[in-house]
């Protein structure tokens, strides 16, 4: 079976990061977030969000080597971020304020999509008309 090694960075003090080393066996199908809730199974004090699991509320967004993705979206096997072999190192979102761990306030979303207006279809004109 193969193996993905993680280093994730939790929220220790707000000064000091603690890190931690977890490995999981890895399944076909497999995404980060699911790694990383095996984890939680076996360190129950890592803080991490778990919501839709399906891309939609972003709250499983964390930097996985680096790069801002979604836990739940970014797949273990052949995914261009994640590389067989290599340490997958996992940090909360610098962008948004620490709650602990990998969890941070995403809460900032919600306020911006909230004066998004509903998408409105326009009329159809000469050119979109059917039979134009
Ligand atoms: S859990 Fe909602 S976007 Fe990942």
Same mark, same amino acid.
């Given at each position: 079976?193969?193996?993905?090694?993680?280093?994730?960075?939790?929220?220790?003090?707000?000064?000091?990061?603690?890190?931690? +080393?977890?490995?999981?066996?890895?399944?076909? &199908?497999?995404?980060?977030?699911?790694?990383?809730?095996?984890?939680?199974?076996?360190? *129950?004090? $890592?803080?991490?969000? $778990?919501?839709?699991?399906? &891309?939609?509320?972003?709250?499983?967004?964390?930097?996985?080597?680096?790069?801002?993705?979604?836990?739940?979206?970014?797949?273990?096997?052949?995914?261009?971020?994640?590389?067989? &072999?290599?340490?997958?190192?996992?940090? *909360?979102?610098?962008?948004? *304020?620490?709650?602990?761990? $990998?969890?941070? +306030?995403?809460?900032?979303?919600?306020?911006?999509?909230?004066?998004?207006?509903?998408?409105? *279809?326009?009329?159809? +004109?000469?050119?979109?008309?059917?039979?134009?």
């Amino acid at each position: 079976m193969t193996q993905a090694t993680f280093q994730a960075s939790g929220a220790a003090t707000k000064v000091r990061r603690r890190v931690q +080393d977890y490995t999981a066996d890895l399944g076909e &199908g497999m995404v980060v977030l699911d790694c990383v809730t095996r984890f939680r199974q076996r360190s *129950p004090h $890592l803080g991490l969000p $778990l919501d839709c699991k399906a &891309g939609k509320c972003g709250s499983c967004s964390a930097e996985i080597n680096g790069k801002p993705r979604l836990m739940c979206m970014t797949r273990m096997d052949g995914h261009r971020h994640v590389k067989p &072999g290599e340490t997958i190192i996992l940090e *909360p979102m610098h962008t948004f *304020p620490l709650i602990g761990d $990998l969890v941070t +306030d995403v809460s900032w979303n919600y306020r911006v999509n909230k004066m998004i207006p509903a998408f409105q *279809p326009r009329k159809p +004109d000469a050119r979109t008309a059917p039979g134009a």
